[in-house]
């Protein structure tokens, strides 16, 4: 038992040596890691005493307790007898006599709930008009004829500064870049190998397609264009968001390939400025980002 | 020192000290109840305990980081300690955090505790739950405790996740517009409430920063720590439960009395999860916001993740096939309510229904203050073991992507396959499990403790017979 | 007689899960130190180039043909791809590769560096870019950052890491040299798109190349162990399987063992 109370002390005495090093620590350039062991270590030198002085050092015999009377069973454990047993066999003889289990009664009851639920939450919903409308803010985009196309340093874009295979990010001119509706990618696909939907036709100058950069499954930013070296040996263009991996075709109009997103990118028809850059040619082919009731452009 | 001259002692000063309680409370004899209150002893009741305390550390290490978190979406230029952010425009909640990590002494100590310790709470819960489930605890009387932890478990999820959105950083913000994109995808008032917490199109207003820090300070803090207090006194009121064993009956509770055994060993495991903690939190990094950077809607970086409580959600939104219910051109079930929304609704469902769902089939509806073993009960611990394979499934595949980078198996196999695999593996241990525990429970011997095997002794002739 | 306790069974359960988390956050180590001024296209004479020439037909030809003009279904054409891109290839092991149509991957070189330049300048004697001049030390940090973040990340990860490009993948960038990352930017390989100097500059060059050295390869660790570098899957694994793992160890010895009888059987 004295070695015990001298071994206690002992790591009592540690952990006091511990916290004292942590004030050390702080005052001197409060390195992380040296507070974090220190810190740690007389916590841990004080949780060890206390935890071996609960186990060796005080008597401890299991003692019996009643527990209060509301939590006591009648008789035996598990089953019950008494009135309340009698309701468990009825309701356990319903049970293996489904036929009987649906009476007119509960026929009723179950209606009328069903009834009352639906008309309960029927009258809720109207409580949405109250709100501020998010219609229109959920179709709006920046994006029209004429709008002139920036990358991220706000330099207008040429087309021979998207290289063969590259791609860029690209902005409306003037236009808060965090608008969800803002950022695009803009590709460079072979010409002869595009097949945009009826109607796009020119939509791509020089082989080059913009998109939506906010991918239509949950919003993040379609950030991986797959662009190969070798068409013949290696996957199609495609671009593909980082999140959950949908896939879209950009020689398709961002048809999905692959992956949960349920819609294409909204496609914007770009033409090419007097002055040699990129400029809009219409307005997005869909709302942008993620599907909502009322989400329009879906094919 | 003898032990008895040392209980004496201790039993001096507690008796002085409840005394002088008394002299200006009245309350001796309500202290003397509470500090001879007996709690049922078993390794395995100390779970909910380490989710406590790590509950503390979180509010402990939390206050501190509210003297130096700014949290406004406003826009400012960072000129700090991080040399490759120098000049990069970012939030001034980004900047704040920056700010504690570089800056502040200590500070990144404390914020990297602060995350462990909601990674080890949630995990932490995680296992409590399966105790209560895997041995019955949540019976009658208890159902009605049951059901106030699981409600908890729903808001330390949403707190969690509302806390390391609140800096701004690129994974979070990947993550936010995840959570946004669910929240759409409701039917009928998807974008009701979408609106109602972003106030506007994703990224919202300034007005969600402030309402995700009150929300995450304050209002959710409050509303945990007061269904903490409910499911404290609805455990004390009946008394804990108790595994079976000599003198243990459903009318009784053996165990160790609060004071002082039971309270040191308590405090020491307060101290103990404190430690481990901050150890952590010194020596492992942990959200390097420095290296993600900010978060704007046009960036993203590949192999985001949300933290682990969060990943069955990425692995059911990455598993789930591109089904977009439309109709009367209205899209009336975007695709990220199946797996953002609908699965963790069901889940959530289930775990609440047990109770009642269990009553009616096996008919018992009686008071329980005895544990069963899980063996004990086959049926029930083969369904919780098929709902957590499928929930095991999903996490796993919602990081497929680092298990194709580190072995090489591709990326869109595993999706096709696990997709499979997801709908089957609960089937077949199911079967496994129940089939497992009814043998086990004929056999009576402890899987992990009793010896499998007969002892034999060889007979003169040469041969082995069984020992008598 | 008893089995083995369960303790050892965790004992053995965190060290297999401490095995995994290693696994997962080792990154070969990070950086390989060039010379500044790196290795610009070097006077190729005809000797090199004919020394390259015979290394090209014994172990090139197969696949790219003895003129490299590329043999169908096996090996591109190689006229016009310029010193950069055999060097790339050479350099980073991706040459010669096994099978065609698959993924090159960074491996061991197959030739030594005196072989490698030979083959460069026969190559490069084809036409086409010369090996990129890079200096990271002229590069800015923070326009480093930038770039890294708008053009490379999305791949690649903010760290560096990798990460699935579905199709492919995009490959970790520890042991990529600043002259390997500029011949990657223009190439474009495999499934990566390519800059040229039009979009990004070789002042920009140098800066993407030191984010690379300075961010991706020496990452500010001041949190401590920085686990990989992949955020939440490694913390989540640290999470579990080393604190909650202790604590319940913890718990183990700490609280008491129940006598193992089960409840009296059901009526």
Request: neutral net charge; aromatic residues 8%; glycine residues 10%.
């Given at each position: 038992?004295?070695?015990?109370?001298?071994?206690?002390?002992?790591?009592?005495?540690?952990?006091?040596?511990?916290?004292?090093?942590?004030?050390?620590?702080?005052?001197?350039?409060?390195?992380?890691?040296?507070?974090?062991?220190?810190?740690?270590?007389?916590?841990?030198?004080?949780?060890?005493?206390?935890?071996?002085?609960?186990?060796?050092?005080?008597?401890?015999?299991?003692?019996?307790?009643?527990?209060?009377?509301?939590?006591?069973?009648?008789?035996?454990?598990?089953?019950?007898?008494?009135?309340?047993?009698?309701?468990?066999?009825?309701?356990?003889?319903?049970?293996?006599?489904?036929?009987?289990?649906?009476?007119?009664?509960?026929?009723?009851?179950?209606?009328?709930?069903?009834?009352?639920?639906?008309?309960?939450?029927?009258?809720?919903?109207?409580?949405?008009s109250l709100g501020p409308s998010l219609d229109d803010r959920l179709h709006r985009?920046?994006?029209?004829?004429?709008?002139?196309?920036?990358?991220?340093?706000?330099?207008?874009?040429?087309?021979?500064?998207?290289?063969?295979?590259?791609?860029?990010?690209?902005?409306?001119?003037?236009?808060?870049?965090?608008?969800?509706?803002?950022?695009?990618?803009?590709?460079?696909?072979?010409?002869?190998?595009?097949?945009?939907?009826a109607g796009r036709e020119g939509w791509a100058p020089q082989g080059l397609v913009?998109?939506?950069?906010?991918?239509?499954?949950?919003?993040?930013?379609?950030?991986?264009?797959?662009?190969?070296?070798?068409?013949?040996?290696?996957?199609?263009?495609?671009?593909?968001?980082?999140?959950?991996?949908?896939?879209?075709?950009?020689?398709?109009?961002?048809?999905?390939?692959?992956?949960?997103?349920?819609?294409?990118?909204?496609?914007?028809?770009?033409?090419?400025?007097?002055?040699?850059?990129?400029?809009?040619?219409?307005?997005?082919?869909?709302?942008?980002?993620?599907?909502?009731?009322?989400?329009?452009?879906?094919? | 020192?003898?032990?008895?001259?040392?209980?004496?002692?201790?039993?001096?000063?507690?008796?002085?000290?409840?005394?002088?309680?008394?002299?200006?409370?009245?309350?001796?004899?309500?202290?003397?109840?509470?500090?001879?209150?007996?709690?049922?002893?078993?390794?395995?009741?100390?779970?909910?305990?380490?989710?406590?305390?790590?509950?503390?550390?979180?509010?402990?290490?939390?206050?501190?980081?509210?003297?130096?978190?700014?949290?406004?979406?406003?826009?400012?230029?960072?000129?700090?300690?991080?040399?490759?952010?120098?000049?990069?425009?970012?939030?001034?909640?980004?900047?704040?955090?920056?700010?504690?990590?570089?800056?502040?002494?200590?500070?990144?100590?404390?914020?990297?505790?602060?995350?462990?310790?909601?990674?080890?709470?949630?995990?932490?819960?995680?296992?409590?739950?399966?105790?209560?489930?895997?041995?019955?605890?949540?019976?009658?009387?208890?159902?009605?405790?049951?059901?106030?932890?699981?409600?908890?478990?729903?808001?330390?999820?949403?707190?969690?996740?509302?806390?390391?959105?609140?800096?701004?950083?690129?994974?979070s913000g990947m993550g936010l517009a995840i959570g946004n994109a669910v929240a759409?995808?409701?039917?009928?008032?998807?974008?009701?409430?979408?609106?109602?917490?972003?106030?506007?199109?994703?990224?919202?207003?300034?007005?969600?920063?402030?309402?995700?820090?009150?929300?995450?300070?304050?209002?959710?803090?409050?509303?945990?720590?007061?269904?903490?207090?409910?499911?404290?006194?609805?455990?004390?009121?009946?008394?804990?439960?108790?595994?079976?064993?000599?003198?243990?009956?459903?009318?009784?509770?053996?165990?160790?009395?609060?004071?002082?055994?039971?309270?040191?060993?308590?405090?020491?495991?307060?101290?103990?999860?404190?430690?481990?903690?901050?150890?952590?939190?010194?020596?492992?990094?942990?959200?390097?916001?420095?290296?993600?950077?900010?978060?704007?809607?046009?960036?993203?970086?590949?192999?985001?993740?949300?933290?682990?409580?969060?990943?069955?959600?990425?692995?059911?939104?990455?598993?789930?096939?591109?089904?977009?219910?439309?109709?009367?051109?209205?899209?009336?079930?975007?695709?990220?309510?199946?797996?953002?929304?609908?699965?963790?609704?069901?889940?959530?469902?289930?775990?609440?229904?047990?109770?009642?769902?269990?009553?009616?089939?096996?008919?018992?509806?009686?008071?329980?203050?005895?544990?069963?073993?899980?063996?004990?009960?086959?049926?029930?611990?083969?369904?919780?073991?098929?709902?957590?394979?499928?929930?095991?499934?999903?996490?796993?595949?919602?990081?497929?992507?680092?298990?194709?980078?580190?072995?090489?198996?591709?990326?869109?196999?595993?999706?096709?396959?696990?997709?499979?695999?997801?709908?089957?593996?609960?089937?077949?241990?199911?079967?496994?499990?129940?089939?497992?525990?009814?043998?086990?429970?004929?056999?009576?011997?402890?899987?992990?403790?009793?010896?499998?095997?007969?002892?034999?002794?060889?007979?003169?002739?040469?041969?082995?017979?069984?020992?008598? | 007689?008893?089995?083995?306790?369960?303790?050892?069974?965790?004992?053995?359960?965190?060290?297999?899960?401490?095995?995994?988390?290693?696994?997962?956050?080792?990154?070969?180590?990070?950086?390989?130190?060039?010379?500044?001024?790196?290795?610009?296209?070097?006077?190729?004479?005809?000797?090199?180039?004919?020394?390259?020439?015979?290394?090209?037909?014994?172990?090139?030809?197969?696949?790219?043909?003895?003129?490299?003009?590329?043999?169908?279904?096996?090996?591109?054409?190689?006229?016009?791809?310029?010193?950069?891109?055999?060097?790339?290839?050479?350099?980073?092991?991706?040459?010669?590769?096994?099978?065609?149509?698959?993924?090159?991957?960074?491996?061991?070189?197959?030739?030594?560096?005196?072989?490698?330049?030979?083959?460069?300048?026969?190559?490069?004697?084809?036409?086409?870019?010369?090996?990129?001049?890079?200096?990271?030390?002229?590069?800015?940090?923070?326009?480093?950052?930038?770039?890294?973040?708008?053009?490379?990340?999305?791949?690649?990860?903010?760290?560096?890491?990798?990460?699935?490009?579905?199709?492919?993948?995009?490959?970790?960038?520890?042991?990529?040299?600043?002259?390997?990352?500029?011949?990657?930017?223009?190439?474009?390989?495999?499934?990566?798109?390519?800059?040229?100097?039009?979009?990004?500059?070789?002042?920009?060059?140098?800066?993407?190349?030191?984010?690379?050295?300075?961010?991706?390869?020496?990452?500010?660790?001041?949190?401590?162990?920085?686990?990989?570098?992949?955020?939440?899957?490694?913390?989540?694994?640290?999470?579990?399987?080393?604190?909650?793992?202790?604590?319940?160890?913890?718990?183990?010895?700490?609280?008491?063992?129940?006598?193992?009888?089960?409840?009296?059987?059901?009526?």
């Amino acid at each position: 038992m004295r070695r015990l109370e001298l071994a206690i002390a002992g790591l009592l005495a540690c952990s006091a040596v511990a916290s004292i090093a942590f004030v050390v620590i702080y005052d001197s350039g409060a390195d992380t890691q040296g507070l974090g062991i220190a810190l740690g270590a007389a916590l841990a030198f004080l949780a060890a005493a206390l935890l071996i002085a609960s186990r060796k050092l005080f008597l401890s015999t299991p003692v019996a307790e009643e527990r209060p009377e509301f939590a006591q069973p009648p008789e035996d454990p598990g089953f019950t007898v008494g009135p309340a047993a009698e309701e468990a066999e009825e309701l356990a003889g319903e049970i293996e006599s489904p036929a009987e289990a649906i009476t007119r009664r509960r026929l009723l009851v179950a209606a009328a709930g069903a009834a009352g639920t639906a008309l309960g939450a029927a009258l809720v919903v109207p409580a949405a008009s109250l709100g501020p409308s998010l219609d229109d803010r959920l179709h709006r985009s920046p994006w029209r004829t004429g709008v002139r196309l920036v990358d991220e340093d706000d330099q207008p874009i040429a087309p021979a500064m998207i290289g063969e295979r590259g791609f860029v990010t690209a902005f409306p001119e003037g236009v808060d870049k965090r608008e969800l509706a803002a950022p695009l990618i803009v590709m460079h696909l072979n010409p002869s190998s595009l097949d945009l939907p009826a109607g796009r036709e020119g939509w791509a100058p020089q082989g080059l397609v913009a998109y939506s950069k906010i991918c239509t499954h949950a919003g993040c930013a379609v950030s991986i264009p797959r662009s190969p070296l070798y068409p013949d040996q290696a996957p199609r263009p495609a671009l593909v968001c980082p999140c959950h991996y949908s896939t879209f075709d950009p020689a398709k109009g961002a048809d999905v390939i692959f992956g949960p997103a349920g819609r294409a990118l909204p496609q914007l028809p770009l033409s090419i400025g007097s002055d040699g850059t990129l400029v809009a040619a219409g307005e997005l082919s869909g709302d942008v980002g993620p599907a909502w009731r009322g989400t329009r452009g879906v094919t | 020192m003898s032990p008895e001259r040392a209980v004496e002692r201790r039993g001096g000063l507690t008796q002085r000290a409840v005394r002088w309680v008394d002299d200006r409370t009245g309350s001796a004899s309500g202290i003397r109840k509470v500090l001879r209150y007996v709690f049922p002893d078993h390794w395995t009741f100390l779970f909910g305990e380490i989710a406590l305390y790590s509950f503390v550390v979180l509010v402990a290490t939390g206050i501190f980081l509210t003297f130096f978190f700014e949290p406004s979406t406003a826009k400012t230029t960072y000129h700090g300690a991080y040399a490759p952010l120098e000049g990069a425009t970012v939030s001034k909640a980004f900047a704040s955090a920056m700010n504690l990590s570089f800056d502040v002494r200590g500070g990144l100590l404390m914020r990297q505790t602060h995350h462990w310790a909601a990674l080890v709470f949630v995990a932490a819960i995680t296992v409590h739950l399966m105790r209560i489930f895997f041995t019955g605890a949540f019976r009658k009387p208890r159902d009605i405790n049951y059901y106030v932890g699981l409600t908890m478990l729903m808001l330390v999820i949403v707190e969690g996740y509302a806390g390391y959105s609140l800096l701004d950083d690129l994974l979070s913000g990947m993550g936010l517009a995840i959570g946004n994109a669910v929240a759409l995808s409701f039917p009928i008032f998807g974008a009701d409430l979408s609106n109602l917490i972003w106030d506007g199109q994703f990224p919202g207003s300034d007005a969600f920063a402030s309402r995700l820090f009150i929300a995450h300070v304050l209002i959710f803090p409050v509303l945990i720590a007061t269904l903490l207090t409910i499911h404290l006194i609805l455990v004390a009121l009946p008394h804990h439960t108790q595994f079976a064993g000599p003198g243990k009956t459903e009318r009784n509770a053996v165990g160790t009395p609060l004071w002082p055994v039971y309270a040191f060993r308590s405090i020491g495991l307060l101290l103990a999860v404190s430690a481990v903690l901050f150890t952590l939190g010194g020596l492992v990094q942990i959200n390097p916001i420095w290296q993600w950077g900010p978060y704007d809607p046009f960036r993203s970086t590949n192999a985001a993740q949300p933290d682990w409580y969060l990943g069955w959600l990425i692995g059911a939104l990455r598993l789930m096939p591109p089904l977009e219910i439309r109709a009367f051109g209205s899209t009336l079930v975007p695709n990220p309510f199946f797996g953002g929304a609908l699965f963790p609704m069901l889940l959530f469902a289930f775990l609440y229904a047990w109770p009642a769902l269990e009553r009616r089939i096996t008919g018992d509806r009686g008071l329980h203050n005895l544990l069963e073993r899980p063996r004990d009960n086959p049926l029930r611990t083969a369904v919780g073991s098929a709902v957590l394979t499928f929930c095991l499934i999903v996490f796993f595949a919602g990081s497929s992507d680092r298990i194709f980078l580190q072995f090489g198996i591709p990326y869109e196999g595993q999706v096709v396959v696990l997709r499979v695999v997801v709908l089957v593996a609960p089937v077949l241990v199911f079967f496994a499990v129940k089939r497992t525990c009814e043998e086990l429970r004929r056999g009576e011997s402890h899987p992990l403790r009793d010896f499998p095997g007969r002892v034999v002794r060889r007979t003169p002739g040469g041969g082995y017979e069984p020992e008598p | 007689m008893r089995r083995p306790h369960t303790r050892t069974l965790t004992i053995v359960a965190i060290a297999a899960a401490g095995a995994a988390l290693l696994e997962l956050s080792t990154s070969s180590s990070g950086q390989v130190k060039e010379p500044v001024a790196g290795p610009v296209a070097a006077p190729s004479n005809s000797a090199q180039i004919a020394r390259g020439r015979q290394l090209f037909v014994e172990g090139c030809s197969s696949c790219h043909g003895l003129d490299a003009r590329g043999v169908e279904y096996q090996g591109p054409s190689l006229v016009g791809v310029g010193a950069s891109s055999a060097d790339f290839y050479l350099r980073t092991g991706r040459m010669p590769l096994a099978e065609p149509g698959r993924q090159p991957i960074r491996a061991e070189p197959a030739y030594p560096d005196d072989q490698i330049e030979a083959l460069d300048a026969y190559v490069g004697s084809l036409g086409g870019p010369p090996i990129p001049a890079v200096d990271p030390s002229a590069g800015s940090i923070s326009r480093g950052t930038k770039l890294f973040s708008s053009s490379c990340a999305g791949c690649h990860s903010i760290t560096g890491e990798g990460g699935v490009v579905v199709g492919g993948f995009a490959p970790e960038l520890h042991q990529a040299t600043p002259t390997q990352v500029a011949e990657a930017v223009r190439i474009g390989p495999y499934l990566m798109p390519s800059f040229d100097r039009n979009q990004i500059s070789d002042a920009d060059l140098n800066s993407i190349a030191r984010y690379v050295e300075d961010v991706v390869q020496e990452p500010d660790d001041r949190g401590g162990w920085g686990i990989g570098h992949l955020g939440p899957v490694p913390e989540g694994l640290v999470a579990w399987f080393l604190a909650t793992a202790v604590l319940l160890l913890v718990a183990r010895v700490v609280g008491e063992r129940s006598e193992g009888v089960g409840p009296k059987e059901r009526p």
